[in-house]
């Protein structure tokens, strides 16, 4: 698998250098798709509740009866014949040896103390923590989001439309490597983003109309962009260069469909959504 991703990443690397070298003015970019997956499970719908109920039931139906239930009913025993001592007024103190702390008090313990922890850290409502901040990595916890940026590009005079983040191909390293540096460049600090695989997922080609093509300063008609995916490490704090990126914002599906402009741009990476 990593040879077979290593020939299409030499081969696209390569289309890219002919493209360039044939005479046609195309800038050459890659782009990264910075990915956050989901950090909770999202709820479960009608069906899928239901069948986790049965499959519960089924289990518990079909499961031996484990220690701390025999000794539950050992106690219940017990908790009568205490009780029929009671009425009879005789001595208990034996019982009460035998009964010792009983499987209903430790119960009790654990109820309160979970009660506690579920008010704490809100687990009948986990989306409780999250923010309202289009920016913040910590918001639609139970879904992926990705990363849209408007750049700077053409010696700083074009600030370009949401886009994900690319660079252009300088001719010199690969398309792997120009992605590298993408994340680098747009990046401020130590952000932890790991890329998946040496070849392009997609391909774009997008022309330059009117006023664009002189402000990006490079006398191209269009650019061939070349999409990586990428995913944000855990616990990662995000930070962006803002010499190079003008606003940022980490996005649904829903809302990258309404921010990008370009309907064949979201087509090309429509299946990074796939949840």
């Known amino acids: 698998m990593r040879l077979t991703g290593l020939i299409r ?25 910075v990915m956050r997956p989901a950090v909770i499970a999202p709820p479960m719908i009608e069906v899928e509740q239901k069948y986790a109920e049965s499959a519960l039931q089924q289990e ?31 001595e208990l103190s034996e019982l009460d040896g035998q009964l010792g702390i009983t499987n209903f008090m430790k119960l009790d313990d654990w109820v309160k103390n979970a009660d506690e922890l579920a008010k704490k850290f809100k687990f009948d409502n986990p989306k409780a923590f999250e923010a309202d901040d289009v920016r913040s990595l910590s918001r639609a916890l139970d879904r992926k989001l990705v990363l849209l940026v408007k750049q700077r590009f053409g010696d700083k005079k074009y600030e370009s439309p949401w886009i994900l983040p690319q660079l252009k191909y300088n001719n010199e390293a690969s398309l792997r490597e120009t ?80 921010l990008v402009i370009n309907r064949k741009y979201r087509n090309r990476v429509k299946h990074i959504f796939y949840e």
């Open 179 to 258: 992605a590298e540096r993408c994340i680098g460049e747009i990046t401020s600090g130590n952000v932890e983003v790991a890329l998946h695989g040496n070849a392009p997922v997609a391909v774009h080609t997008h022309k330059y109309q009117g006023p664009i093509k002189s402000k990006t300063g490079t006398g191209a008609d269009g650019a061939k962009i070349f999409f990586y995916t990428a995913s944000l490490a855990k616990k990662a704090k995000f930070t962006t260069n803002q010499d190079e990126v003008v606003d940022f914002q980490w996005v649904t599906s829903e809302e990258f469909e309404n």
């Open 9 to 33: 990443s030499v081969a696209a690397t390569e289309t890219a250098k002919k493209t360039a070298q044939e005479g046609l003015k195309w800038d050459i970019f890659t782009s990264v798709i």
């Open 60 to 90: 518990f139906e079909g499961s031996l009866t484990n220690s701390f239930e025999l000794k539950t009913k050992k106690d219940e025993e017990l908790l009568k014949r205490r009780d029929e001592l009671e009425r009879q007024g005789k």
